[in-house]
């Protein structure tokens, strides 16, 4: 079995593969005061209540953009399963050819689900991901990450708004009966929901025109659902993209000569 560990700037989350397949995966919250040991016995126990034998995992993989925890999980990998995790970056075997300015500023997490969808879906292809930030990642059929945009995520926004305005109140992330709101809960849900439609809308139409060809969009993240029910543009939604991409990345680093290539902790 195979621990895939995704760190992000909200959530952390660990996905178990049993070959190919997702068998659980879990979501606890990023924390960088967090120990090795107290994110170790968290996971321990996450193991225990889903039946699994952690002893039984052969290999960790792990893609991070929050550079202060990766310590923290590379220990609690060392400590718990007695393995050295492979950390998706530079000298990594991921089958993607980068070509933007900079490829070394690419997120890891942008990287990761362009081989899960490129891998799954073919290519030339686009990558919504909703998370802290929303991303837009540009695949051609060739397999080339070309980039994208990012945008503020939809709670990040939403969060701001509840903090700076003072008469708006938290609203539930649900669609509301009309776009035009009569009231202010329904006028905020409005702007959230159908806002962020719009937008997914807009970029992919744009990114299209400039990519050409029939190109796929592929969304995941938490709110990918909520938004995708609002927009014909997305044609799939895979909420455990970023897991299995880092799966098939970890399959293709299963050789000795790879820097930072899976081996037992010593």
């Known amino acids: 079995m195979i621990l895939a560990i995704d760190i992000g700037n909200t959530n952390i989350v660990f996905g178990v593969f049993r070959d190919k397949t997702l068998i659980a995966d879990w979501r606890l919250a990023t924390d960088r005061n967090r120990t090795p040991d107290e994110y170790g016995v968290l996971l321990k126990e996450l193991f225990s209540l889903s039946g699994i034998d952690m002893q039984a995992v052969e290999g960790v993989i792990i893609s991070s953009v929050v550079p202060p925890v990766n310590g923290l999980l590379e220990s609690m990998v060392r400590k718990y399963f007695l393995l050295n995790p492979i950390l998706v970056g530079p000298g990594i075997k991921t089958g993607i050819s980068i070509k933007t300015e900079n490829p070394r500023e690419v997120g890891a997490d942008r990287i990761v689900n362009a081989v899960a969808a490129y891998s799954l879906y073919g290519g030339p292809l686009i990558i919504v991901d909703f998370g802290t930030a929303t991303t837009f990642c540009c695949v051609t ?123 037992p902790c010593k």
């Open 141 to 263: 059929a060739k397999g080339e990450y070309l980039g994208g945009a990012i945008a503020p995520g939809i709670g990040i926004s939403t969060e701001a708004l509840f903090a700076r305005a003072a008469k708006l109140p938290r609203v539930e992330l649900t669609k509301p009966a009309a776009v035009i709101g009569k009231n202010t809960v329904s006028a905020m849900q409005s702007g959230i929901i159908f806002g962020f439609a719009g937008q997914v809308e807009f970029l992919v139409k744009k990114m299209k025109q400039e990519m050409g060809g029939d190109v796929q969009v592929i969304a995941t993240g938490g709110l990918a659902e909520v938004i995708a029910r609002e927009t014909t543009v997305i044609d799939k939604i895979n909420p455990s993209l970023t897991l299995a991409g880092l799966r098939i990345i970890y399959d293709r680093n299963q050789n000795p000569a790879v820097p930072g290539g899976q081996s």
